[in-house]
């Protein structure tokens, strides 16, 4: 059974940062292509950052662009989504995701496995 649970969502102010994780159980995060989404209400989920399985690079979306950066430890399993000089923009519930596939998506529809997410609330 997959398992995806994030964790180290929370209260920031403005400016601040933070670090979320995502421990997998079920899954070897080194095969899969990992990647964050965030999610408002009323709002689609939206696509933060990915890393890819075979080579590592990584991809972001414009808006959190120099911002964040998204890592994995493949000996605890686990993926990392570092977020700098946050905006209350970026307030949302975070969510990581597991896509067994070759090519890297953007979608989420694309995505095998889902964590339950993370809030994260960034203060003015």
């Known amino acids: 059974q997959v398992q995806l649970v994030e964790s180290g969502g929370g209260l920031v102010q403005a400016g601040g940062s933070l670090r979320l994780s995502c421990a997998a159980s079920?899954?070897?995060?080194?095969?899969?292509?990992m990647a964050w989404f965030r999610q408002t209400p009323g709002k689609e989920r939206e696509f933060v950052a990915a890393t890819r399985w075979n080579t590592g690079n990584t991809y972001y979306a414009d808006s959190v662009k120099g911002r964040f950066t998204i890592a994995r430890d493949n000996a605890k399993n686990t993926v990392y989504l570092q977020m700098n000089s946050l905006k209350p923009d970026d307030t949302a519930v975070y969510s990581c995701?597991?896509?067994?596939?070759?090519?890297?998506?953007?979608?989420?529809?694309?995505?095998?496995?889902w964590g339950q997410g993370t809030q994260l609330t960034v203060s003015s």
């Open positions: 995701a597991a896509d067994g596939g070759v090519v890297l998506s953007r979608s989420p529809p694309a995505y095998d496995y």
């Open positions: 079920g899954l070897t995060v080194s095969l899969y292509t």
